[in-house]
């Protein structure tokens, strides 16, 4: 089976799962979503009704992101935003944290036993680029994985190609998306709340943390 064919069959499969839990996640959530189109609910029982979810949700919805990030140019960001409205700050962010760590780590692992059947270059992005280049890998990698709304399937790519050790990429998985599974959940949280001033303050850092494409650029190795 060529690289391609593989490739779109493991596409293909992946958005059918994301596809039927998606589903299933809306199913569970009908009740929820009949409030939000009342207008005569209340702010504080529709965060009652959307923020008391059991541990099948929760891992339904862990499930759902991870299968966002492994697929390329899938709204992981705006999923990711909604779980902070569905389960709260904190349950959201740990709901980010989990499936952007794992599935991170997982693609990672296994983009080097694909690239042996690739045979045109990974990735033309300029932030690809970047990183391949930068000074200092490790930080670059966090600093890529921290940036709100950029493909992490670029800086995975980048990833797998600079660091060798298992523990390590976990590591910097980790690392890297505490600031942005953060920024979604609060983000998500405070727009159901309407709490503006905590969603110009996750706008302000978002902005802040756009500003590390310009470090991994300029961070570069001096050519010999």
Not at 41 to 66: E, H, S, V
Not at 129 to 137: E, F, Q, T
Request: net charge positive; aromatic share 8%.
């Amino acid at each position: 089976m060529t690289f391609i064919r593989c490739h779109k069959r493991l596409a293909a499969i992946l958005m059918i799962a994301a596809t039927l839990i998606m589903i299933l996640i809306i199913w569970r959530f009908k009740a929820e979503l009949q409030d939000l189109t009342d207008v005569t609910t209340d702010r504080q029982t529709l965060i009652n009704a959307f923020q008391n979810k059991r541990p099948i949700d929760l891992a339904l919805y862990t499930l759902l992101l991870m299968l966002m990030i492994w697929l390329p140019g899938a709204p992981y960001s705006i999923l990711a935003v909604v779980s902070g409205i569905c389960f709260g700050h904190w349950t959201g962010f740990a709901l980010n944290l989990t499936a952007a760590t794992l599935g991170n780590y997982s693609v990672t692992s296994l983009l080097p036993l694909l690239e042996k059947r690739r045979q045109q270059p990974p990735s033309t992005s300029r932030l690809y680029r970047d990183l391949l280049k930068v000074r200092h890998p490790r930080l670059g990698l966090v600093l890529g994985y921290a940036i709100p709304f950029v493909p992490s399937m670029v800086v995975n790519l980048a990833a797998s190609r600079l660091i060798s050790s298992g523990p390590t990429r976990f590591t910097l998985c980790f690392l890297g998306s505490l600031p942005t599974a953060a920024l979604y959940a609060l983000g998500g949280d405070a727009s159901l709340r309407g709490d503006g001033i905590r969603l110009i303050t996750v706008g302000v850092i978002a902005v802040l943390l756009l500003g590390a494409v310009r470090f991994i650029h300029h961070d570069h190795v001096d050519p010999a």
